[in-house]
């Protein structure tokens, strides 16, 4: 068998790929966790047909602005979000830790999202409020004139809630609108009545951001596959070295 | 002593000195994480950046055992046993204390 592939060697040739490439996976998870929101500061109204553009995705300068907007109530497309407290902000992970269990401040029920159709037909998706007995909360129904803010879905990348609570994404409410739904949704200032007012995740436009933790972590797991790829080569080496050894010593006592 | 004992001197300090720091840092921090996680005292401000310390410092204990194994010839599973040894508490005192029985012998 040619030096090169002996058994021994094909071996830890596998074993160090594979260890390298564990350690970068695991360099890229970290990576991927370390992208997080930071809040900038923000508090000047807008008028929603220049936050929320129909048809297109929620600019991230729209999220967290303060807005008015005008419809009517489609009380046969309610959402109810069980899992959740008041306070938005509180139910999202931000630190390696949280992703165990993270314990509320407050207490647990259910958010109320109602549909909202605007004069122009499409639908927005409005959080109305929290409540811990969801089922006695009533249907809302007529035309009103709701102030809030506007929210990212809760699928985009970054953004991650704790105790496995099911993300209200656009696409939830896509599914609950019989006509064209706006990206994100509104969470309502005021509460309504039987409902607690929702503090919203975003109070002002977010920017991309560092956890620093998980960035330590990333070249953590990088420096380890600096230091396995070295120990493969010092391996790889001296597997050479012994099967030259090996087939010296074979040739000299084929002379004898 | 020649170069290759020097070598071997070398090797074997600098696996006595990543064993014990790794062992104690391992310790200190173990007893910081009962106090935090079990008893629920809040986390010292420099309890996320030790764990990172230990971090960096844990890979560079694992090329010192590698180095020393390459000398000694260990196989591979007593070369990963005794790597493994730096993310048990207690463990790497232990380790260390056999290893420098074997050095004696060795030498």
């Known amino acids: 068998m040619n030096r090169h592939f002996t058994a021994r060697l094909i071996s830890t040739h596998a074993l160090g790929l594979l260890s390298v490439l564990a350690c ?15 809040a900038e500061n ?32 489609q009380p046969s497309e309610r959402i109810v979000l069980p899992g959740r407290i008041a306070n938005g902000a509180g139910m999202v992970i931000t630190t390696a830790e949280q992703e165990v269990a993270t314990e509320f401040v407050g207490p647990t029920g259910s958010w109320i999202l109602d549909i909202l159709e605007l004069a122009d037909g499409s639908s927005l998706g409005v959080v109305r409020g929290f409540t811990e007995n969801a089922e006695l909360v009533p249907l809302v129904t007529g035309s009103e ?13 970054g953004l991650e809630l704790a105790n496995g609570i099911i993300p209200l994404t656009t696409n939830m409410i896509v599914e609950n609108s019989r006509t064209i739904a706006h990206d994100g949704y509104l969470v309502a200032n005021s509460s309504s009545p039987g ?3 929702v503090q919203p995740i975003f109070k002002e436009p977010p920017v ?15 420096f380890f596959a600096v230091i396995v790829g070295l120990m493969w080569v010092r391996v790889a080496k001296d597997e050479l070295q012994v099967a030259q050894l ?7 006592s084929h002379e004898q | 002593m020649n170069n290759n004992q020097m070598d071997f001197a070398k090797q074997w300090m600098f696996y006595r000195i990543m064993a014990l720091v790794v062992g104690t840092v391992l310790v200190v921090l173990s007893l910081f994480l009962v106090s935090v996680r079990v008893i629920g005292n809040p986390e010292p401000s420099f309890y996320a950046a030790a764990w990172m310390a230990h971090g960096y410092l844990f890979p560079i204990y694992v090329v010192a055992t590698f180095m020393l194994s390459t000398k000694l010839q260990w196989s591979f599973t007593k070369t990963t046993l005794i790597m493994l040894a ?6 790497s005192f232990f380790t260390e204390r056999r290893v420098a029985k074997e050095v004696a012998d060795f030498s």
């Open chain 1, 145 to 157: 004139t709701i102030s809030g803010v506007m929210q990212p879905s809760e699928d985009v990348p």
């Open chain 1, 24 to 38: 970068l996976v695991l360099a890229n998870w970290q990576w991927e966790r370390a992208q997080v929101y930071v």
């Open chain 1, 195 to 197: 409902l607690i007012a």
């Open chain 2, 86 to 91: 730096g993310t048990v508490p207690l463990m």
């Open chain 1, 246 to 252: 090996e087939r010296i010593t074979g040739d000299l």
């Open chain 1, 42 to 73: 923000s508090s000047i109204q807008k008028s929603f047909s220049e936050l929320s553009p129909l048809r297109d995705y929620l600019p991230i300068s729209s999220v967290g602005v303060p807005t008015n907007v005008s419809g009517t109530w």
């Open chain 1, 208 to 222: 991309q951001g560092l956890n620093w933790r998980n960035v330590a972590y990333t070249f953590n797991w990088i």
